[in-house]
């Protein structure tokens, strides 16, 4: 007797059974009974791919210091598995459940962009006419031509990678290169679009998003805007314990404060099994639960590479709202999130029809996104489809303490008053004497480290180099030079900037706050970005895509300004260290 079911739909059926998600039902006349048996039996064949995901999970979150993950696996049939893992309030010992609420972050942007591409489908939307004939407030200090929709989402128009905020949005925003030319990352260029969503269908952007993408998809747990109406539903979110300084792998966490999130660039909250229906529409290509959300035209469009990007160190290119890469005769479509206190990943892979999405409640050391979990679940379910054996763990993560080439940093630096900074190497090991202690450092980046001792806890100490040889220090604003350096060893700046070192605060915390110190005869944000003078009180980053940006200050009071104005962003002298 034929079941009428094709290889690849039983194997999701048992991917689907092995968790309990998928009902009994009987097909061409079969008992349930029978297909619940050829059902379990596929089950097993995958339950291994599981256990052993499940154990690369317990050991990551202990790595990395998580307190809770959702995780979500598709296929073109839909949901494979919804689990939960850890706290969703630590100090309650609530758990992460099926329906707990996580932030997306900047996968929100590829939502954004279906809808877009569906008002271009409807004709009520040119993709290559100016944005400002559609938002005619709109304001753009700019050499350049007009920035198209096609540039806002695929991140080539010019504007400033700095803001995130809306409010921002009806200031004079900058262009810093010709639409098209540069990739650079600007949440603001995505705040746009859900402006001009709401310019052409005449409705609030959380109305449209939850009739135009989430409906469609099936995605009836989850929200278009992070509200105080959806607090109690969603996950306690942790950021460092102090989070205006370096922080460490595994440092201490905080509850981090509640933020309302009515931004395009990253606003939509979801559930884990939810984000299986978003998967699942990716891999059929535009094709949902409810029927289509795109047409295979503007699906091509959608996944189209525009700009090449690298997506965290890898070869890719960025399309409308996701990365796209070709491997191995593979299409991948990847994205991350980012947000105060939650970091997420998305990994779909549509040529196999398999796809994951991680979530975790927290902010959490170097950037993390939790990649290594959505890309080894793609692999375990790769290899379960094609009954091969099983990939292992991935590595272990290095301890921060083990540095290979600690040697390259030992040596006495001194400063120009005379100050030593020394250093040792020891067994893989880099060791700072300080005080009657040796403190042992741990890498926090190429040249860069974390010294544990309140001394040091404001920067990341930096080495310098030249030809490959480090030859000088910094911390902070101190300095100090190695045995090998040559270079001028005494430096002039204005003396009005004097007026502009401090620290600075934000009253948001997506920006927090920033040191300005100077250093070897430079103005410098956390004694790390230089800044490029322009006029007395107006600054510019130093480097590629810093040219929309300016950082202004005023308002002087004994002799020091206390605010700073940074691409839109404001930010306020505070008095500590």
Known sequence: ????????????????????????????????????????????????????????????????????????????NGLLRSSQYGFADVKSGLKVAPQTLFEIGSISKSFVALAILQQAEEGKLDLHRPVVEYLPWLKVDSRFAPFTTHHLLSHTSGLSGVPLLMRVAATTLRTGAAPGSQFVYSNIGYDLLGFLLEAIDKKPYDEIMQRRVLNPLGMTSSSPIISNDIRERMALGYWPLKPDRPFPLRGKLGEAPWVEVPEAAGSIAATAADMGNYLRMLMNRGAGVSGRVLAENSFDSFIKPVIKSPFRGEDASYAYGLWVSEINGH????????????????????????????????????????????????????????????????????SPAIIKNAADYAGTYTSPDGKKLVLTSRAEQLILQHGNTGIVLEQAGRDRFLVKHPDFELFALGFGRDKDKVVEAFHGADWWMGQAYSGPKSFEHPKDWAAYAGHFRSDSPWYGSMRLVIRKGQLMIDGEQPLVPIESNIFRPAGDGGDADRLVFDMLAQGRATRLNFSGIEFFRTFTP
């Open 331 to 398: 299409t991948l479509l990847r994205h991350t999130g980012g947000m105060v206190a939650f970091s997420s990943a998305m990994y779909a892979d549509i040529t196999d029809g398999i796809a994951a999405f991680a979530s975790v409640n927290a902010r959490l050391a170097g950037g993390y996104r939790p990649v290594a979990v959505t890309k080894y679940a793609l692999e375990l379910l790769s290899a379960a489809v094609r009954e091969q054996e099983l990939p292992p763990h991935p590595a272990p993560l290095p």
């Open 1 to 76: 007797m034929s079941l009428n079911i094709n290889r690849r739909q039983l194997l999701g059926s048992g991917l689907k059974a092995a968790l309990g998600v998928v009902a009994m039902q009987t097909v061409g006349g079969a008992r349930p009974g029978l297909i619940a048996e050829r059902i379990f039996s596929q089950a097993d064949r995958f339950a291994p791919a599981f256990k052993r995901l499940d154990e690369f999970i317990a050991r990551h979150m202990s790595e990395i210091g998580a307190p809770g993950m959702t995780l979500a696996l598709a296929n073109r």
